[in-house]
Every structure is written in C-alpha cells, then in structure tokens.
C-alpha cells in the first residue's frame, strides 16, 4: 500500500522557518521524482519545487532563495526546508511521488502551512 504522509507543518510568524517531511511507503522511492507543490484557499495548486530521482532540483520563481528540498533514500524521506517565511507561503502543503516511466503518481494527504504577518 503506498503511501506518503507529510509532517511539519503549522503556525509561524513571518521571517519565521519550518521543515515540512514527507515518509514515503509502498513503492521505490529512490526511482521517483519528489515534489511539494501546494494550495492556497481559492487557488490552483502550484508546484513549489521537485528532486529528481538523481538529486537535481528546481524550484518555483517566488520560492528560490528562501526554500530547500531534499531528499534522503536511506530513509525513504523528502523534506522542505523554508525560511524566511511570508505571509503569501500560507497554504497546504502536499507531497508527490512521480515515476514518468510507468506512469505512477502518488499523493500524500497535505500539511497546513500558515504564517502571520
């Protein structure tokens, strides 16, 4: 049974940092692509950064500087680092497991993520 299971999240003040964790289970973690993407209320969900199965990273325009993912196959756990936190990060944050190759798309349950001003 796969499964992804986010933690970390939770209230913080601006300029603030968390480190969102996400456990994975159930399939071959070292062959997915990881991601967080997350949602805001009345928005889209929006891809916040990806590791690739080899270690490369991307991130969204707004992020970049301030977030950091990682990821560690030992532990089958992919992990946000995010500081300097602002009041526009406030969203839930989800966790997803992607494998192109055979089409395998796993997501986790989400994690709130809310920073006051």
């Known amino acids: 049974q796969v499964q992804l299971v986010e933690s970390g999240g939770g209230l913080v003040q601006a300029g603030g940092s968390l480190r969102l964790s996400c456990a994975a289970s159930?399939?071959?973690?070292?062959?997915?692509?990881m991601s967080w993407y997350r949602q805001a209320p009345g928005k889209e969900r929006e891809l916040v950064a990806i590791?690739?199965?080899?270690?490369?990273?991307t991130y969204e325009g707004s992020v970049k500087g301030r977030f950091t993912i990682s990821r560690d196959d030992a532990k089958n756990t992919v992990y946000l680092e995010m500081n300097s936190l602002k009041p526009e990060d406030t969203a839930v944050y989800y966790c997803?497991?992607?494998?192109?190759?055979?089409?395998?798309?796993?997501w986790g349950q989400g994690t709130q993520v809310t920073v006051s001003s």
């Open positions: 590791i690739s199965a080899y270690g490369s990273s």
């Open positions: 997803n497991a992607l494998r192109t190759f055979t089409r395998e798309n796993y």
């Open positions: 159930g399939f071959t973690f070292s062959r997915f692509a």
